[in-house]
């Protein structure tokens, strides 16, 4: 990540970025740079940057404030090139530097060069803003490693490659555990075993804990961590196959947040959950009408092998539900087509029973810039799950995608169901176009969300 620096001193060598229509920045801006921002006439908070030496007329790149100063920082960032700059700003800095950064995203493995020249954000008090920029930057890194992780392509990406780099990544953090079961290990989750049978590649369950001295909440979360969904034998489209390395943003999401919270140091205890499988076509592949025992012990027949998603979430649920004992349980998926009809490529669709669950996971996303809408869970609706030969069937034909798989999960989390979330951000999770602060491929959605979350029940914001 490039370097963002707060400091009291202008460079008259640098371009400079220049906030108007806010009170304070102005105060910096010297004789001969405030005659350009007023001949630049009644516009209302856009940024302007303007390049020194100061030439007449200033040479202009333009950023609208008014949709937030994180979208601002973006479309700066992506207007400067590798350019070293100077912004003046003199209100909290943790939006506009989370922006920079975001905008600022390059995959690790792209051709593009990434940015290395620094910005400085020059405020009359450096001191005031430093923690704001260091969650910030905590925010961003997680999110940088979200996007990742999901943009890594999947014939590196295997369930074991993943719960190495997750292994190493936590390794690095004093406090942070990470257990991966595999093998005999994940004997009782059969959901997961049969989404994975079908692959080269063995599928494992990673839990990573947190469990800092002191905390008093106990919150689980659960990400989908499919790295490559073909559809299995009910083999997707081309055009449906085409984006579906990303079926692993959800652990991606998790991941990145537990590790970001270590970081900032949450007095919340952490277990993330993460179900990890290829689905693959094979001669091992599990089949339409199987059945399989999930780890609660109940049985789902598998009408669709393209539904597999909620198979391995029933079980890192049930795992969840049985051993830990959690005060809120959180899980992230790509799960369904129907959320993107649904909500469109921006909104994720949020499923809780639990109203203040659902108003803190609204108000974090909100703070993070990460739109959620909800979603009902219609008892009534769980009729269309009723199987002929198991405790319930996948995927009904008609119905809700969304909720009809929604409805599925809510089947494993028993007395823990009011304090259970559930978050389908399938469309969200990739951008199919360029903007400020999500480049084309994986946007890391869900990360900040979390983290803004996580920090809320450690009394931050
Ligand atoms: N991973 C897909 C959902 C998805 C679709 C994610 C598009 C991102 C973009 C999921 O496993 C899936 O295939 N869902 C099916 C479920 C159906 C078979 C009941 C779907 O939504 O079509
Ligand atoms: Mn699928
Ligand atoms: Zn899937």
């Known amino acids: 990540m490039f370097p963002i620096r707060l400091t009291d001193r202008l460079d008259d060598g640098l371009t400079r970025v220049v906030p108007i229509g806010s009170s304070g920045p102005l105060s910096h801006v010297d004789g001969a740079l405030g005659d350009e921002i007023a001949a630049l006439g009644d516009r209302p908070d856009p940024l302007i940057v303007l390049r020194r030496p100061l030439s007449r007329p200033a040479k202009v790149l ?5 949709p937030g100063w994180r979208a601002a920082g ?13 912004i003046l700003v003199d209100e909290d800095v943790r939006d506009l530097a989370e922006g920079l950064w975001l905008g600022g995203y390059r995959y690790r493995d792209a051709r593009e060069e990434p940015r290395t020249a620094p910005i400085d954000l020059v405020t009359t008090r450096p001191e005031v803003y430093a923690r704001s920029l260091a969650q910030a930057q905590i925010a961003a890194r997680a999110t940088w490693l979200a996007r990742d ?9 295997i369930p074991d490659w993943f719960a190495e780099e997750i292994s190493g990544a936590s390794a690095r953090r004093p406090g942070v555990e990470v257990r991966v079961h595999a ?22 369950m990673v839990e990573m804990t947190w469990r800092p001295p002191g905390a008093t909440t106990h919150v689980v979360l659960v990400g989908k961590g499919i790295t490559f969904d073909s559809g299995g034998l009910s083999v997707k489209t081309r055009e449906g196959m085409k984006r579906m390395k990303n079926d692993m943003a959800g652990a991606a999401a998790v991941a990145a947040a537990t590790l970001a919270a270590a970081d900032l140091g949450l007095r919340v ?13 094979s001669g091992s592949a599990f089949r339409p009408g199987d ?6 012990g109940s049985t789902t027949e598998t009408t669709n092998s393209d539904a597999e998603g909620r198979l391995v979430l029933a079980d890192a649920l049930g795992y969840a539900v049985e051993g830990l004992d959690p005060d809120v349980i959180v899980d992230l998926a790509t799960l369904t087509g129907s959320q993107k009809v649904a909500l469109g490529p ?7 029973e639990n109203d203040e669950l659902a108003g803190a996971l609204r108000a974090a996303g909100e703070r993070a810039g990460e ?9 009534e609706y769980r009729d269309l799950l009723r199987s002929d030969v198991a405790d319930r069937h996948s995927s009904p034909t008609g119905g809700p995608g969304a909720v009809v798989a929604a409805l599925f999960l809510r089947d494993f989390l028993g007395p823990y169901a009011n304090r259970w979330a559930h978050v389908d951000m399938a469309a969200p999770a990739w951008s199919d176009t360029e903007e400020p602060a999500t480049r084309r491929g994986a946007t890391g959605w869900g990360t900040r969300t979390l983290l803004r979350y996580l920090s809320a029940l450690d009394g931050g914001q």
């Open 62 to 66: 333009l950023a609208d404030v008014r």
């Open 74 to 86: 973006a479309a700066i960032v992506r207007q400067a090139g590798d350019e070293p700059l100077q």
């Open 149 to 157: 992780l999901t943009n890594t392509p999947s014939n590196l990406k």
């Open 183 to 204: 093998g005999p290990g994940i004997e009782r989750f059969g959901g997961l075993r049969a989404v994975g049978g079908g692959s080269k590649w063995r599928p494992c």
């Open 269 to 281: 205890r952490i277990t993330a959950l993460m179900p990890l499988a290829e689905n693959a076509m």
């Open 291 to 296: 059945v399989i025992t999930q780890y609660d």
């Open 346 to 352: 921006e909104i994720s669709a949020l499923f809780t």
């Open 371 to 379: 739109k959620m809408w909800r979603m009902p869970l219609p008892a």
